[in-house]
């Protein structure tokens, strides 16, 4: 069973940076994709941004597309995110993500909390 873990949360200002970062616990572990999301109080989950294990493609949300990078570390079973010009809005709970094919992702962490506020 896989095992994912955030780090890398925290209290930041607006317009300031985070680097979350995702380990898998199982090693090897190759999965078809990996992805953020995020969940703010009171609202559903939403996509953040995604990247294929194999391939590097990856993709993001509209609201985070240029301010955010996902990233990986194929060596050290690592997924990164790195947060750049960071608002309010971007305020809550961010969760990794794994599935090993095309369905739909099957493998969570537990989150790590990120709070952009003065």
């Known amino acids: 069973q896989v095992q994912l873990a955030e780090s890398g949360g925290g209290l930041v200002q607006p317009g300031g940076s985070l680097r979350l970062s995702c380990v898998a616990s199982?090693?090897?572990?190759?999965?078809?994709?990996m992805a953020w999301f995020r969940q703010a109080p009171g609202k559903e989950r939403e996509f953040v941004a995604a990247?294929?294990?194999?391939?590097?493609?990856?993709s993001y949300s509209n609201s985070v597309e240029g301010r955010f990078t996902i990233s990986k570390n194929n060596a050290k079973n690592t997924m990164y995110l790195q947060m750049n010009s960071l608002t309010p809005e971007d305020t809550a709970l961010y969760f990794c993500?794994?599935?090993?094919?095309?369905?739909?992702?099957?493998?969570w962490g537990q989150g790590t909390q990120v709070t952009v506020s003065s």
């Open positions: 990247i294929l294990w194999s391939a590097s493609h990856t």
């Open positions: 199982l090693r090897p572990f190759t999965p078809y994709a």
């Open positions: 993500a794994a599935k090993r094919g095309k369905e739909p992702y099957s493998y």
